[in-house]
Every structure is written in structure tokens, then in C-alpha cells.
């Protein structure tokens, strides 16, 4: 009886993981990665061939609003990554203020789906998103559920790509 039903769990996993990145990433909390890097080198020079479209929705848990700077990174399971310094104007309060959704060009290098996302704070005001999309010309859209508190000087988010190597094996 419990074996049959963790059978199916897993089963359920599967399926819902091979179709839906969507909603798998709700169940997953974001982490702390302390041997993530974004590799500058590598983006110069694979150039900014690509437009990506960075939806973020700031959680009405936010304080009013920040003037922290806030880096993202994201990529796919070749290697190929997107880093941007900083999102949004820094004279610009408006951006990240509580309850709000900023939407973000980004251009960058070229990448197949998107499995993986980070973001990283500095400042004094703190933070909290409640989710992050994005979706390129290679990529379908992918929600990135945080609804936390990004933490200082420490990479913060979500790596799926291990999904994909499973999925190459299991083939
Ligand atoms: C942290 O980042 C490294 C480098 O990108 C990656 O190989 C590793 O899987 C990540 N760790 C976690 C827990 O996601
Ligand atoms: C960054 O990318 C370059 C070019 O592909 C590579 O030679 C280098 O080893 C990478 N650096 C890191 C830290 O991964």
C-alpha cells in the first residue's frame, strides 16, 4: 500500500516534470548557493544575440519599496548564461516597490530552456519578490516562485537543470 503510492508519486512527478516546468517550480523553495558565479567572460564572449523578457512581481510583504541593487542570472544546462549586473534604474525608486510588477528587457547570449535562476542583493533595504518569470526566444516562460526575503551577498534561487540531464538518461 505505502509502496504503491510512492510509486505513484514518483510517476506523477515524472509526468507533471516532463510537461510542466511551471508547476513543479511552485513546490520548491529557493536556496542560498555559495559556489554559484557568474561567468562575465563567458557572456562577453558568446555577445547579446538574444532578448529576454524578466517579469517581476514584488510581494506586498516587501518594504514600500528598495534601493538595493539587485543582479540576476540565469541560464540553461549547456552552459549558455545570461548575467545582468543590475536590473532597473538605480535612480528610480519606483522599481521593486511592494505589490508592483516590473517587466525587464534583457539581452544577452543565446539559451535553450531556461533551468536555473538567481538573484543577488546588495543594500540595506531588503527585499522580497514573490515570482519571477522569464522567457526568450528559445526558451518557453518559466516561473521561478520565491516569496522570500532575499538574503545579502549570496546568490538565491533555484537550479532545475538536474530535470534535464534525468530526463536525457532515462531516454
Ligand atoms: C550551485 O551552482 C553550481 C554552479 O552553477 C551548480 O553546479 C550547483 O548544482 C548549484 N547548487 C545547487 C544546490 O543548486
Ligand atoms: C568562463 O567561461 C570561459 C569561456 O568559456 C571559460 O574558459 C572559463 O573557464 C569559465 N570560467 C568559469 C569560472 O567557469
Redesign the pocket.
Known amino acids: 500500500m505505502k509502496t504503491k503510492t510512492v510509486t505513484s508519486i514518483i510517476l506523477i512527478f515524472c509526468v507533471a516534470a516532463s510537461f510542466s516546468t511551471d508547476d513543479q517550480t511552485r513546490t520548491q523553495l529557493p536556496?542560498a548557493?555559495e559556489?554559484?558565479k557568474p561567468n562575465q567572460t563567458l557572456q562577453q564572449q558568446l555577445g547579446s544575440s538574444c532578448t529576454y523578457t524578466v517579469t517581476i512581481k514584488t510581494s506586498c510583504s516587501s518594504p514600500s519599496y528598495t534601493r538595493d541593487q539587485i543582479s540576476l542570472a540565469f541560464g540553461d544546462t549547456y552552459g549558455y548564461q545570461v548575467y545582468v549586473p543590475r536590473l532597473g534604474d538605480p535612480y528610480d525608486s519606483r522599481t521593486f516597490e511592494r505589490c508592483s510588477t516590473d517587466t525587464f528587457q534583457i539581452y544577452g547570449p543565446c539559451t535553450y530552456q531556461i533551468c536555473y535562476l538567481y538573484l543577488y542583493r546588495t543594500g540595506y533595504d531588503g527585499w522580497m519578490p514573490e515570482y519571477v518569470t522569464v522567457s526568450g526566444y528559445y526558451s518557453s516562460p518559466v516561473t521561478f516562485y520565491y516569496n522570500a526575503f532575499i538574503p545579502y551577498g549570496v546568490w538565491y534561487g533555484f537550479?532545475y537543470c538536474y530535470r534535464y540531464s534525468a530526463s536525457t538518461a532515462s531516454a
Open positions: 536556496q548557493n559556489s554559484f537550479d
